[in-house]
């Protein structure tokens, strides 16, 4: 179990003492930057961000508190970060039991802290982890032990829910700056527009399509799957960097093997070694199906965001699918 995992279990007074000197050292060449005259949005993955900054547009300055190129279940925050989510007038995270440590946090502000917080999965039906217990020539498949309770955060990965989501955000935005709640309207109105759109999309591929199950490293796609018909079988459950038994390998291996599967999906973030000997010991190709928590730096620099990504994604999946 990674240190990522324990934070949850911190004393909330851990947190306030970092929250204390974070302030105290706000003014500091370290501290996050604060922009004056704008709504200060932190987020704590990289899809919150996004949706933030599309909807704020010139009215909003949004600090994506996880750094491209790191893998957000694992993460904690560190005194800057703390400072930054203390500061800003708005903290979007995604519950679910991604953040481990936003309770504590959340529970160490000071009564006249300014910031308010935004569980954006709120009022979402949040999956548990779908597991197969041993039966003939099934096996588990993978393991709960999420942040909570074997919960499946990746709810931006159905563009239906996505759009859910993003009205919250806009919402929360409207309630924290209402000054400026025409343009966050028709701003909303555009993303919501290239929601559906991404949606039309995803379904008009995939429905088609002759095969409906996909292997992948990480059980992040249960809503994608679940939105657009298709059956996810993840070498590592919910927790990306796991490790499964050797009777899990088996069971994937024996179902790319009987189901004719041609992909072995890894992702950018975490390391592709498992994917990569399952794939040459079942003589089948991979490639990337990003869960899109955040982006490499190199997407980052290209400016690429949740769409090109959730395209990229479907591309994949359709010449997986054939």
Not at 20 to 37: F, Q
Not at 40 to 47: Q, R
Not at 114 to 137: F, M, N, T
């Amino acid at each position: 179990m990674k240190a990522g995992w324990f934070h949850r279990k911190r004393a909330a007074a851990v947190f306030l003492s970092l929250l204390i000197l974070s302030i105290a050292s706000g003014c500091g060449t370290s501290a996050p930057r604060i922009v004056k005259d704008k709504l200060n949005i932190s987020a704590t993955i990289y899809p919150l961000a996004d949706f933030a900054a599309k909807i704020g547009g010139d009215h909003v300055h949004v600090i994506s508190i996880v750094p491209a190129g790191v893998e957000p279940h694992d993460w904690s925050p560190s005194l800057r970060d703390i400072s930054a989510m203390s500061r800003s007038q708005l903290l979007l995270y995604q519950g679910g039991g991604l953040e481990a440590w936003v309770d504590d946090f959340l529970r160490s502000l000071p009564s006249d802290a300014a910031v308010k917080s935004l569980e954006v999965s709120s009022g979402i039906a949040v999956r548990h982890a779908e597991v197969e217990e041993e039966s003939g020539q099934g096996a588990l498949m993978g393991r709960l032990g999420h942040a909570e309770e074997g919960l499946d955060p990746h709810t931006w990965l159905s563009p239906v829910l996505a759009k859910r989501m993003a009205t919250k955000i806009k919402d929360a935005m409207i309630a924290a700056d209402p000054a400026n709640k025409a343009d966050y309207e028709a701003n909303y109105a555009a993303l919501a527009a290239r929601l559906d759109g991404l949606d039309r999309r995803y379904r008009e591929t995939l429905e088609p399509l002759p095969k409906k199950d996909i292997v992948v490293q990480h059980a992040a796609f249960g809503y994608l799957c679940r939105e657009y018909g298709l059956t996810q079988k993840a070498i590592m459950g919910l927790t990306p960097d796991a490790e499964p038994t050797a009777r899990q390998m088996r069971a994937i291996k024996d179902f790319v093997e009987e189901n004719r599967v041609q992909v072995i999906f890894f992702e950018e973030l975490v390391s592709d070694k498992l994917a990569k000997t399952l794939a040459r010991e079942t003589g089948v190709k991979t490639d990337v199906l990003s869960p899109i928590e955040g982006r490499t730096p190199e997407q980052e620099k290209a400016g690429e965001d949740y769409f090109s990504l959730m395209e990229r994604n479907l591309d994949h999946l359709a010449q997986a699918l054939k």
